[in-house]
């Protein structure tokens, strides 16, 4: 009940095109989702979050969309380029209950791939 | 804002030594700070949460008398890998967190490349 599972394991995109990663969970108490950015050798970096009470956010060329019946989420890079070439991870946390904190579950990630 | 620090950046050690690595949170105070561990191509895998003045509450499988914990300040936590063996040859992550504004993202460091030869 504490996975999250992601897809693609990888993805290969053109320039400008639009990068879709999926992600689902089963625990319905995640009410935290962030998407981070892994450049190889570095930590992963915060690139954008959702909170249930909304369906979609948009920051940039990033945006998420949120299916709560469903239990998925999904981060979109719309005209991508290769210098967003990295892993993306998704996780979700449940910020409310003491037993977890902010402990964050991660999917285990997609190595994406911009050709120019 | 939000920056979060990692000491040393890489470190080679021979086995059977230890190896202290130190997690800082720059400009804000952590009053829970992570620590993972990621194998290459691999997500990340919590070992342990700590909160400040007390003791780190570790994950299932992860042995506390190998990795020892300490979160003594509101900006500090560190890690020490005791009695090394290359299988602990590893990436190590810590990240930060906290109740302020904005609350309840984490923050990462920049890891640690830990080799054990």
């Known amino acids: 009940q504490q996975q999250v599972k992601q897809s693609p394991q990888s993805l290969i995109v053109q320039k400008g095109g639009i990068s879709i990663i999926n992600c689902a969970y089963e625990?319905?108490?995640?009410?935290?989702f962030p998407w981070y950015q892994q450049f190889p050798g570095k930590g992963p970096a915060l690139l954008i979050a959702?909170?249930?009470?909304?369906s979609e956010k948009k920051e940039g060329r990033f945006t998420i969309s949120f299916n709560k019946s469903a239990k998925q989420f999904s981060l979109h890079i719309m005209d991508s380029q290769p210098g967003d070439s990295a892993t993306y991870f998704c996780a979700a946390s449940n910020t409310v209950g003491r037993e977890y904190g902010n402990k964050l579950v991660f999917g285990a990630g997609t190595i994406l791939r911009v050709k120019s | 804002g939000a920056v979060v620090s990692q000491h040393p950046s890489r470190v080679i050690c021979k086995s059977g030594t230890s190896v202290k690595i130190e997690c800082r949170s720059l400009?804000?105070?952590?009053?829970?700070m992570f620590w993972y561990r990621q194998f290459p191509k691999k997500s990340l895998m919590l070992m342990a949460t700590?909160?400040?003045?007390?003791?780190?509450?570790?994950e299932q499988g992860v042995e506390k008398d190998k990795f020892l914990i300490n979160h003594a300040s509101l900006t500090l936590s560190t890690l020490t890998v005791t009695s090394a063996h290359p299988e602990d040859s590893s990436f190590y992550i810590c990240?930060?967190?906290?109740?302020?504004?904005?609350?309840?993202?984490?923050?990462f460091g920049p890891g640690t490349r830990l080799t054990v030869t």
């Open positions: 625990n319905t108490a995640f009410d935290y």
């Open positions: 400009d804000f105070q952590a009053t829970t």
């Open positions: 700590s909160n400040e003045g007390s003791k780190a509450t570790y």
């Open positions: 990240s930060a967190g906290s109740t302020g504004v904005p609350s309840y993202e984490q923050y």
């Open positions: 959702i909170r249930p009470d909304v």
